[in-house]
Nanobody, 113 residues
Framework: QVQLVESGGGLVQPGGSLRLTCAAS????????MGWYRQAPGKQRELVAT???????NYADSVKGRFTISRDNAKNTVYLQMDSLKPEDTAVYYC???????WGQGTQVTVSS
């Protein structure tokens, strides 16, 4: 059973930065198509960014130029660097293994002054 554990969320002021980490258990991590999603209160879960096993990335228009997804296959880890954060980025952020359909438990990100 592959598990995904997110960390790095918290409270940050507008314009600030956070780095989320998703640690995956199990083998064959390097071949998995991974992503970050988010869900704000009262809204549907939405795609933030994805990354293939070889490192190709894709971003939602709302975060392009501000967020960066990356991975370290040797550490079974995916990262989401979030810069220039806005109040509308407030949400629970989830790590997702798109190939296996697994989700992490989520980490709260709150952007507020």
């Amino acid at each position: 059973q592959v598990q995904l554990v997110e960390s790095g969320g918290g409270l940050v002021q507008p314009g600030g930065s956070l780095r989320l980490t998703c640690a995956a258990s199990g083998s064959m991590f390097s071949i998995y198509f991974m992503g970050w999603y988010r869900q704000a209160p009262g809204k549907q879960r939405e795609l933030v960014a994805t990354i293939t096993g070889s490192g190709s990335t894709n971003y939602a228009d709302s975060v392009k130029g501000r967020f960066t997804i990356s991975r370290d296959n040797a550490k079974n880890t995916v990262y989401l660097q979030m810069d220039s954060l806005k109040p509308e980025d407030t949400a629970v952020y989830y790590c997702h293994n798109l190939r296996l359909g697994h989700w992490g438990q989520g980490t709260q990100v709150t952007v507020s002054s």
